[in-house]
T-cell receptor
């Protein structure tokens, strides 16, 4: 069985500073990993996905994530936060896509 | 643009009054999913259709039903909504169990 742990329920950064949202996973098989973003009262938007190709994955809006098998991690980063990045972020692990396991979410706050 | 559409965006119903939420897609994906998301929680999968095959999650209450009349449309029926069913309901689609793409959600309020 697979599972995912988002290590921070809330992250607060200042505009223009780097963002780091942490995600650890557990999976018996080679996983697919995703990051989704959800703005208030909106659906989930796919930021990026890892599916056993390059370990450094680039996504939309300047986000990227690195798959580290030895650390079972898939942390999301962005060099410079923007006010519009304030949202809820979900890390998701999947072995078969009908068995997607969501993390509890990390709320990102961006201060002016 | 290809997309997942959910109607209505906000739905108010009365306790015990049946309600139907709608999802349509222009992606021509063969898999459609329904999730329930309560405040400050992750989405919880209720069920999915793989083509015409219905797959219910083990812990989805019988109060929740779904219909998929064709590839493009999928409905979520709540037969007798309770106060605990107030939530955001998210529809998603995928091609053959690959990446899921979500609609904007329908927020359900039960009075």
């Amino acid at each position: 069985a697979q599972s995912v742990t988002q290590l921070d329920s809330h992250v607060s950064v200042s505009e223009g500073t780097p963002v780091l949202l942490r995600c650890n996973y557990s999976s018996s098989y080679s996983p697919s990993l995703f990051w989704y973003v959800q703005h208030p009262n909106k659906g989930l938007q796919l930021l990026l996905k890892y599916t056993s190709a390059a370990t450094l994955v680039k996504g939309i809006n300047g986000f990227e994530a690195e798959f580290k098998k030895s650390e079972t991690s898939f942390h999301l980063t962005k060099p410079s936060a923007h006010m519009s990045d304030a949202a809820e972020y979900f890390c998701v692990v999947s072995v078969r896509n009908n068995d997607m396991r969501f993390g509890a979410g990390t709320r990102l706050t961006v201060k002016p | 643009d290809a997309m997942v559409i959910q109607n209505p965006r906000y739905q108010v119903t009365q306790f015990g009054k049946p309600v139907t939420l709608s999802c349509s897609q222009t992606l021509n994906h063969n898999v459609m999913y329904w999730y329930q998301q309560k405040s400050s929680q992750a989405p919880k999968l209720l069920f999915h259709y793989y083509d015409k095959d219905f797959n219910n999650e083990a812990d989805t209450p019988d109060n929740f039903q779904s219909r998929r009349p064709n590839t493009s449309f999928c409905f979520l029926d709540i037969r007798s909504p309770g106060l605990g069913d107030a939530a955001m309901y998210l529809c998603a689609t995928s091609r053959d169990m690959e990446t899921q793409y979500f609609g904007p959600g329908t927020r359900l309020l039960v009075l």
